[in-house]
């Protein structure tokens, strides 16, 4: 992991494409700026599990769905 100090209005870049800025401190947050193209997703953590979660979740109820599915299809060529 890289920690680097920064001061409020400093930023970090990452790649061309990525800068975040230090827009607010106090003694227990840090309020951040982040520009980044709209294609690249930008999410708290706590989102970004939930979204995996629910992604997961919905891709192994497809899952279940195609095998109902095939095993419905075969029982009607028997």
Do not use: C, F, W
Not at 18 to 45: F, M, Q, T, W, Y
Not at 49 to 69: C, G, H, T, V
């Amino acid at each position: 992991m890289l920690i680097l100090t920064r001061k409020i209005s400093e930023s970090i870049r990452i790649g061309d494409d990525i800068v975040i800025k230090i827009v607010e401190l106090d003694n227990r947050h840090v309020k951040l700026g982040i520009e980044a193209p709209r294609s690249i997703s930008v999410n708290r953590e706590e989102i970004y599990e939930r979204i995996q979660a629910e992604n997961k979740a919905a891709s192994d109820a497809k899952d279940n769905d195609l095998k109902n599915i095939a095993g419905m299809l075969r029982n009607k060529k028997k």
